[in-house]
């Protein structure tokens, strides 16, 4: 059977971001959600979360560029001198696997992220991270350890084909009872998802979970990155020839809840 959750990633980054993922939800093919808890619009993103019981919302855990949970001063290594998440994700993830210091403040932000998430009392539906972090061995680990406390069921594994790597992420999630996408598609046109790009996806969909993340937005907002098409990227889940090509195909769809 081919299963199908379509995700939309930095809930809560932004009240245009909320907005289309209502709007995506409501009218067109959108399942799930990621919430960023530090998000400029986080509570705006809840408040949509819960008048739209049926769109399945997990952590969207954010450890690079973003705002933190956490006051800078527990955490000064993982931030810069304004407060946010360092960006040079190469240094800092040498910094978590090397220093036992930052591994902790590491793990109290994650930790924190959690309790927030948590806080909100909405079901977690799955767990993934901004610019994929959690590819990175210190971050999953401690995402796995910290999450299972919380009742984290599902994670992503973001790689569109079968390598070594990809391979070695799903055993060791699953090794840890967690849920895994046979399937992920989205890196590969982050940010560019358009209508016909989502189409061929949708038309060579193979059998077992997948999952398609995208970032739709009803426009750029303060902080959103340069050149993607957010507009476009709700358009296409809008868009009646993709609409129909999910009614017609016999796609199960819904969020990892909805696959356990």
Same mark, same amino acid.
């Given at each position: 059977?081919?299963?199908?959750?379509?995700?939309?990633?930095?809930?809560?980054?932004?009240?245009?971001?909320?907005?289309?993922?209502?709007?995506? /939800?409501?009218?067109?093919?959108? *399942?799930? &959600? $990621?919430? =960023? !808890?530090?998000?400029?619009?986080?509570?705006?993103?809840? %408040? @949509?979360?819960?008048?739209?019981?049926?769109?399945?919302?997990?952590?969207?855990?954010?450890?690079?560029?973003?705002?933190?949970?956490?006051?800078?001063?527990?955490?000064?290594?993982?931030?810069?001198?304004?407060?946010?998440?360092?960006?040079?994700?190469?240094?800092?993830?040498?910094?978590?696997?090397?220093?036992?210091?930052?591994?902790?403040?590491?793990?109290?932000?994650?930790?924190?992220?959690?309790?927030?998430?948590?806080?909100?009392?909405?079901?977690?539906?799955?767990?993934?991270?901004?610019? /994929?972090?959690?590819?990175?061995? *210190?971050? &999953? $680990?401690? =995402? !796995?350890?910290?999450?299972?406390?919380?009742?984290?069921? %599902? @994670?992503?594994?973001?790689?569109?084909?079968?390598?070594?790597?990809?391979?070695?992420?799903?055993?060791?999630?699953?090794?840890?009872?967690?849920?895994?996408?046979?399937?992920?598609?989205?890196?590969?046109?982050?940010?560019?998802?358009?209508?016909?790009?989502?189409?061929?996806?949708?038309?060579?969909?193979?059998?077992?979970?997948?999952?398609?993340?995208?970032?739709?937005?009803?426009?750029?907002?303060?902080?959103?990155?340069?050149?993607?098409?957010?507009?476009?990227?709700?358009?296409?889940?809008?868009?009646?020839?993709?609409?129909?090509?999910?009614? $017609?195909?016999?796609?199960?769809?819904?969020?990892?809840?909805?696959?356990?």
């Amino acid at each position: 059977m081919k299963q199908l959750i379509v995700t939309a990633d930095d809930f809560g980054a932004a009240r245009e971001v909320n907005e289309a993922v209502e709007i995506a /939800h409501r009218d067109g093919i959108l *399942t799930a &959600a $990621s919430l =960023m !808890v530090a998000g400029p619009a986080a509570a705006d993103a809840v %408040a @949509v979360a819960k008048r739209n019981p049926s769109l399945r919302v997990g952590l969207h855990l954010t450890l690079v560029q973003d705002r933190p949970t956490l006051a800078a001063a527990q955490i000064p290594d993982l931030v810069d001198e304004d407060g946010f998440f360092r960006s040079d994700m190469a240094r800092t993830g040498a910094a978590m696997f090397f220093l036992p210091r930052v591994r902790r403040q590491l793990a109290a932000e994650i930790e924190a992220q959690f309790r927030t998430y948590a806080a909100t009392g909405l079901p977690l539906d799955h767990v993934n991270t901004h610019k /994929h972090f959690h590819l990175h061995p *210190t971050i &999953a $680990s401690q =995402m !796995v350890r910290t999450g299972k406390r919380y009742g984290m069921k %599902a @994670v992503r594994v973001p790689f569109e084909t079968d390598n070594v790597v990809a391979s070695w992420q799903k055993r060791r999630f699953r090794a840890n009872g967690l849920r895994v996408p046979d399937r992920v598609y989205g890196l590969r046109w982050s940010g560019a998802m358009t209508a016909a790009r989502l189409a061929s996806i949708l038309a060579n969909l193979p059998e077992g979970l997948n999952e398609i993340y995208m970032h739709p937005a009803t426009g750029p907002y303060p902080g959103s990155a340069p050149g993607y098409r957010y507009a476009e990227e709700l358009g296409a889940l809008l868009d009646k020839q993709v609409i129909e090509k999910i009614k $017609s195909s016999g796609y199960r769809c819904g969020g990892f809840a909805d696959f356990s």
